[in-house]
């Protein structure tokens, strides 16, 4: 199973943490993307006729209409990315490129290793949004304290939606361990209407 959860939506198009289970089959889409690895297995991919394997310093730069695919090991390890789903007329805009013009020259992009450890530090806490308070038990087993100055911990909030517009957010105490993985567990909670990354 693949999942995304998304972390932020603007006027260049949105970004989101895959959890990528098995392989992607070739396709394509308008959105060009910029992938980083994050963690697990990294696979490689194929875009175009060129093959990118990704990993800490490299990334795949895939343009508006450029056909991939991406292969993971067969070793039944899910593997973690940070997507940039970009529309290529924002970024052709802001850049002064002509209509049409690719955005990225080649797939494989090199990543300072600056960058790829500032893209594996963006999910710092969870939101979970709820209706009522049934899911509470099942959230609460999915989540694990998290002990200090423990990377990949952040913080935690409750937030009850009463209809009208209106909603009530509790912060738990402490902090917790977060990932795409555990918010992926926490959303398949039944009751669980959406998590989001902060």
């Known amino acids: 199973m693949n999942e995304a959860i998304r972390l932020y939506w603007g006027r260049f198009g949105r970004v989101s ?4 289970a098995s392989d992607f089959v070739t396709h394509a889409h308008v959105e060009a993307h910029l992938i980083i690895w994050l963690e697990g297995t990294a696979g ?7 093959t990118v394997r990704l990993g800490p310093g490299t990334a795949a730069g895939i343009n508006s209409f450029q056909p991939h695919s991406h292969a993971l090991s067969h070793d039944g390890r899910h593997g973690l990315f940070l997507a940039f789903y970009i529309d290529p007329d924002w970024a052709r805009s802001r850049r002064e490129l002509a209509a049409g013009a690719p955005l990225f020259a080649q797939p494989a992009i090199s990543l300072d290793p600056w960058l790829h450890q500032a893209a594996a530090n963006l999910q710092k806490g969870l939101r979970v949004f709820l209706r009522e308070e049934a899911p509470l038990e099942g959230v609460a087993r999915r989540l694990e304290p998290a002990p200090p100055r423990t990377s990949g911990a952040g913080e935690v909030s409750m937030i009850l939606l009463l209809g009208q517009g209106r909603e009530v957010e509790v912060k738990l105490e402490g902090r917790y361990k977060v990932s795409p993985q555990i918010a992926g567990a926490i959303k398949a909670v039944p009751g669980v209407v959406q998590v989001e990354a902060l």
């Open 17 to 20: 943490v895959l959890n990528v």
């Open 44 to 50: 490689e991919m194929t875009i175009g006729r060129e």
